[in-house]
Nanobody, 125 residues
Framework: VQLQASGGGLVQAWGSLRLSCAASGRTLSSDVRGWFRQAPEKEREFVAA????????YYTDSVKGRFTISRDNTKNTVYLQMNSLKPEDTAVYYCAAAPRLILSMLRLPSSYDYWGQGTQVTVSS
């Protein structure tokens, strides 16, 4: 599975961005698609995930109500719509894919087998 992330950029606080993650290859083995982020000198953290089968979504508390993860089956692409961005959202954002995961494993980076290259999101105050 190959993942290609795009859509990052520089935006002012309270602005919006939409990230995209296009998948190719043997994607049938990857039921969970997630977004993680990593700020300088911080560990990679879970942001959001969606189950390809069924469409259930999951978010970290700090982005609930502001970010929306969605999928387009026809394009094999996952999106992360980010609204009301804050300076603390500044990070490199990574998309990832994993086989079926139980809920307790879904937020762990180590559970994901495939990663995109990352896209920088910078939010200015």
């Amino acid at each position: 599975v190959q993942l290609q992330a795009s859509g990052g950029g520089l935006v002012q606080a309270w602005g919006s961005l939409r990230l995209s993650c296009a998948a190719s290859g043997r994607t049938l083995s990857s039921d969970v698609r997630g977004w993680f982020r990593q700020a300088p000198e911080k560990e990679r953290e879970f942001v959001a995930a969606v189950r390809w089968s069924g469409g259930s979504t999951y978010y970290t508390d700090s982005v609930k109500g502001r970010f929306t993860i969605s999928r387009d089956n026809t394009k094999n692409t996952v999106y992360l719509q980010m609204n009301s961005l804050k300076p603390e959202d500044t990070a490199v954002y990574y998309c990832a894919a994993a086989p079926r995961l139980i809920l307790s494993m879904l937020r762990l980076p180590s559970s994901y087998d495939y990663w995109g290259q990352g896209t920088q999101v910078t939010v200015s105050s």
